[in-house]
């Protein structure tokens, strides 16, 4: 599994809620959601990292 870097992020109140609520609609954690947002972002625009092959650590 690859290694997930911690970090901080502000947001608007509001912004906030808003994910918090959508989150609970999907019985994700507020972090869950954040994370498949991000990935769907970058889906959507053709941005995805390039998968690792099976076996590779670091």
């Known amino acids: 599994m690859p290694k997930k870097k911690p970090f901080a992020l502000r947001l608007d109140e509001n912004m906030m809620k808003a994910v918090e609520k959508w989150a609970s609609d999907e019985f994700r954690s507020t972090n869950g959601q954040l994370e498949w947002i991000i990935h ?19």
């Open 40 to 58: 769907e972002a970058l889906k959507k625009a053709g941005r995805s990292p390039k998968k690792r092959p099976s076996g590779s650590d670091d």
